[in-house]
């Protein structure tokens, strides 16, 4: 047994000098793209008409179409081929707010922040009413409201207070944490048992069940509007989907989800007996004519004889949510993806391996672009019945966790994969990247192309306002962008593009994963 530890260590060791002595950039190819990258990058233009010009982007609404067709159009503009929007499937009803006013009129006026829960119905019209409260702990608790709440503003008691951070809005790793994870060790993932008997799972079933009956009530009542207290302070809402977008499901009641200072305050005055009146104009629209998803797709073709059926993929969701126009989350993720392509195009590259990009649609939605293009593609990881095409992508490279500058790259256990990477990063430390973890990152599109055995990559991000401000919320704006950390990012992504497009061999992969459970 010692024997062959030591043989294996020996293997591996040597395999590593090996592949060290193939991956030594080109610096003069490196230096061009650190140029064109830095000095004349595009990437806050395409970001401006993907964020401020196609406005909010949510899955199936017109600013996703707006935002698909402008992406096809610019990426064949810098010369790349087949760019296209590809349907992937199925999804459902579009929606999109087109109007969304509400404002307290007594004791005294005053416009309240507030949007609209996605796939929720409008007002109809103007509404102004008095604010009714519900208190409902138990389903016979809603018999004392029957009758009485049609066209009425609800609101709904909570014991929640507006607690704020008690950390910085905007951070970057420290050296500390960064060393932290370069020296992660890979782990088994050990899943508990998931108990249905436990107290906390039987609380939380019953009040889901209530949420939904009160949901069920509230709509055959035919109540005028919902407000209900959305997750943030300082005037920050972030949004939730209210309803179902199947185009087979019913439309739900108008909601509003209120920023907590604005939704205690109501909540006080009702419980204090003040009487409180509103006015309110909200108008949504479902759209039904096209039920399809759909990605961008475009390529650089590969040049080489034997390599260029052989591809190299990025991408990065192009879908947002609806109470901003989805800048950190992930219009930033899809500008520089489109900058890195842009950025080979621009020194005149002529990758050996094909050079695929694509913008997915659905991510919020749970992965759909991404999922249902590898399904259609590259094999089904439930059954791990793969498709000709999955052994000939090199490597899929992901960017989707806000405007932060990269600083290293997650393996996702591909440990052999780090060894490659890290010499392609030493031209960038002086950016401040170069951190290689075996961890895992969850939670975006890479993971489709892992779970069919494609090495699937997410860059390390500072995370700057990602959580605790923009995500999925009504401040992801163009104004929270960082341009100097988005040139950085698309740079580094360029580099290795080239590097994986030019590579003697294919990225490493890990061993294949088992087929996955359809229970």
Do not use: C
Request: aromatic content about 8%; proline content about 4%.
């Amino acid at each position: 047994m010692k024997r062959k530890l030591l043989f294996s260590g020996v293997l591996i060791a040597g395999m590593a000098s090996s592949v060290f002595a193939q991956e030594t950039p080109d610096a003069a190819a490196v230096q061009k793209i650190r140029d064109e990258g830095l000095n004349h990058s595009k990437v806050m233009e395409t970001a401006f008409y993907l964020t401020d010009v196609a406005g909010p982007r949510l899955a199936g609404s017109p600013g996703l179409k707006r935002a698909q067709d402008w992406a096809v159009n610019q990426l064949k503009s810098w010369g790349l081929e087949n760019a296209k929007r590809e349907p992937w499937g199925k999804f459902g009803k579009g929606w999109e707010v087109q109007k969304n006013y509400a404002a307290i009129t007594v004791p005294y006026y005053h416009a309240i922040i507030a949007i609209p829960k996605a796939w929720t119905a409008g007002t109809n019209g103007p509404i102004k009413g008095e604010v009714i409260l519900i208190k409902a702990d138990t389903i016979t608790d809603l018999d004392q409201y029957k009758g009485k709440l049609a066209g009425k503003i609800v609101i709904f008691d909570t014991k929640t207070k507006l607690v704020g951070g008690t950390k910085p809005d905007l951070t970057r790793y420290t050296d500390e944490e960064l060393d932290k994870m370069a020296k992660a060790t890979s782990q088994p993932s050990q899943r508990r048992a998931f108990d249905r008997n436990s107290p906390q799972f039987v609380a939380m079933q019953r009040a889901r069940a209530l949420r939904t009956t009160i949901s069920k009530f509230l709509q055959e009542e035919n109540v005028g509007l919902i407000l209900s207290m959305a997750r943030g302070t300082d005037g920050t809402v972030f949004t939730t989907n209210g309803a179902s977008y199947a185009d087979t499901a019913k439309i739900a009641a108008p909601e509003l989800e209120t920023s907590g200072e604005d939704y205690l305050r109501i909540l006080r005055l009702v419980k204090a007996g003040q009487k409180v009146e509103m006015e309110a104009d909200i108008k949504t629209q479902f759209f039904t004519d096209d039920l399809q998803g759909y990605d961008v797709v475009a390529e650089i073709p590969g040049t080489d004889k034997k390599l260029k059926d052989q591809i190299v993929m990025i991408g990065g969701h192009l879908d947002s949510w609806h109470a901003a126009t989805g800048a950190t989350d992930n219009a930033a993720g899809s500008a520089v993806m489109m900058e890195a392509v842009r950025i080979l195009k621009a020194i005149g590259f002529k990758p050996k391996r094909t050079i695929r990009i694509a913008l997915w649609s659905s991510e919020e939605q749970g992965l759909f672009g991404s999922r249902y293009y590898v399904l259609n593609h590259f094999g089904d990881p439930k059954t791990m019945q793969l498709k000709p095409e999955q052994a000939k992508v090199s490597a899929y490279y992901n960017l989707d966790n806000g405007t932060g500058k990269i600083r290293g790259i997650y393996l996702q256990g591909d440990s052999l994969a780090g060894a490659v990477f890290k010499p392609w990063f030493e031209p960038f430390k002086d950016l401040g990247a170069g951190t290689i973890t075996i961890g895992n990152t969850g939670g975006t599109d890479h993971l489709s192309f892992v779970a069919v055995g494609i090495p699937g990559f997410q860059f390390i991000q500072d995370s700057m306002d990602y959580g605790t401000r923009t995500h999925h919320s009504n401040q992801d704006t163009y104004d929270r962008l960082s341009e100097d950390d988005l040139k950085q990012a698309a740079t580094i992504i360029a580099s290795f593009v080239y590097n994986t497009a030019q590579r003697a061999e294919m990225i490493p992969r890990a061993e294949l994963p088992k087929a996955q459970s359809t229970n």
